[in-house]
T-cell receptor, first 108, second 115 residues
């Protein structure tokens, strides 16, 4: 069993739909990251959180430390949101442990 | 802030050859990380530096792999006697002091293809 599990692995949506991607982890962490990776490889950090909830534009990230679970929500999805979304936890030694990613495709 | 820079972006080489990648972190970022990502998978940790000191190495980093950060600025990752299984995207990231509450900033990666 991977230390960081994401679901779903693949997700398709129509433009405008509300999207949720889930992440569960089994190790002790100092923080959890949500990352976005576009074709070609570049990774952009969307959120880093250790408790509660953060919002940036149409993106919302939540974390429940007791349940070791986080969710990334995208409201009013758009085709430009199509990318791979990766959950990563920051271990107590500061390295990141990554999930396998969720491939999102949003169709017009 | 020019971002994390990696060179080259792509490398194609024959099995058995040696390759070296370079990463230039964001200036004044004292921590530098190397990750490897194979197709369809999330990145995996390889090693990281705080300034010039290599603080942790993954068991994934076989003796054919070596990483250096001699002056605490740029870093190089060398793979000797490359094998087919080394084909992957090699990602570099850096973070500033006060790292526990700072995100890591990623480069665009070096994609290695072994023929």
């Amino acid at each position: 069993k991977n230390e960081v599990e994401q679901s779903p692995q693949n997700l398709t949506a129509q433009e405008g739909e509300f999207i949720t991607i889930n992440c569960s982890y089994s190790v002790g962490i100092s923080a959890l990251h949500w990352l976005q990776q576009h074709p070609g490889g570049g990774i952009v950090s969307l959120f880093m959180l250790s408790s509660g909830k953060k919002k940036h534009g149409r993106l919302i990230a939540t974390i429940n430390i007791q349940e070791k679970h986080s969710s990334l929500h995208i409201t009013a999805s758009h085709p430009r949101d199509s990318a791979v979304y990766i959950c990563a936890v920051r271990s107590n030694t500061d390295k990141l442990i990554f999930g396998t990613g969720t491939r999102l495709q949003v169709f017009p | 802030d020019t971002g994390v820079s990696q060179d080259p972006r792509h490398k194609i080489t024959k099995r058995g050859q040696n390759v070296t990648f370079r990463c230039d972190p964001i200036s004044e970022h004292n921590r530098l990380y190397w990750y490897r990502q194979t197709l369809g998978q999330g990145p995996e940790f390889l090693t990281y530096f705080q300034n010039e000191a290599q603080l942790e190495k993954s068991r994934l980093l076989s003796d054919r792999f070596s990483a250096e950060r001699p002056k605490g600025s740029f870093s190089t990752l060398e793979i000797q006697r490359t094998e087919q299984g080394d084909s992957a995207m090699y990602l570099c990231a850096s973070s500033p002091p006060g790292h526990s509450n700072q995100p890591q900033h990623f480069g665009d990666g070096t994609r290695l293809s072994i023929l």
